[in-house]
C-alpha cells in the first residue's frame, strides 16, 4: 500500500458486508418482514436524535436541508407503501432516479440527499435493536448505475 491509497476503499463492494445482491439475503432477513413491527414507528427522528444531527448550535441551513432529507424520503417511501425504514434495493435506485427527475437538482445535491438516506440505512445496520443485516442503499449502488454515480460523488473528498 502506497501513501496515495486510500485507508478504507471508496467501491461499495467491499462496504456492503455479507451480502452484495439482495437475492443472497435470506428470505427471513428481508427488511419488508418487519413492516408490522416498525407501523407508526419513526425511525428517522430517532436517528436524528441518536446521532444528535438537530443540535441548536447548527446553522438553519443545515436543520433546513436534513428536515427536507427526510420529508422528501418519507414522502418517496408513502407512495411506494413502504417503510422509510425498510426499503428494498429496488427502492433505492428508484430514489435516486426520482432526485434527479423529479427535482431540478445537480447531481452533487441529489447524491447528498440520497447519500443522506444511505448514512440512516447505516446506522441502523450498526444498531442491535433494528433488524437490517444489510444496507438496502450499498446494495443499489453496486447494482445500479445511477446509485453508483450518486455513491462515487459522495464518497469522493470536496
Not at 25 to 33: A, T
Not at 70 to 89: D, I, M, N, Q, T
Not at 95 to 121: K, N
Request: aromatic fraction near 14%; charge should be negative.
Amino acid at each position: 500500500m502506497n501513501s496515495t491509497e486510500p485507508w478504507i476503499s471508496k467501491a461499495p463492494e467491499t462496504r456492503a458486508g455479507l451480502y452484495r445482491d439482495i437475492d443472497e439475503v435470506p428470505e427471513h432477513y428481508r427488511l419488508r418482514n418487519y413492516a408490522s413491527r416498525f407501523r407508526g414507528r419513526d425511525s428517522w427522528s430517532q436517528y436524528l436524535e441518536a446521532e444528535d444531527l438537530c443540535r441548536e448550535d447548527h446553522s438553519d441551513h443545515h436543520l433546513d436541508q436534513i428536515e427536507r432529507r427526510g420529508e422528501r424520503w418519507k414522502a418517496f417511501c408513502s407512495r411506494r407503501e413502504v417503510h422509510h425504514a425498510l426499503c428494498s434495493p429496488s427502492d433505492a435506485e428508484r430514489y435516486a432516479t426520482y432526485l434527479l427527475q423529479e427535482h431540478s437538482i445537480s447531481r452533487v445535491t441529489a447524491s447528498d440527499y440520497w447519500a443522506g438516506i444511505e448514512r440512516f440505512y447505516r446506522w441502523m445496520f450498526h444498531h442491535t435493536e433494528y433488524p437490517h443485516r444489510y444496507n438496502p442503499f450499498v446494495i443499489a449502488a453496486i447494482q445500479d448505475s445511477v446509485c453508483e454515480q450518486l455513491w462515487q460523488i459522495a464518497v469522493e473528498p470536496n
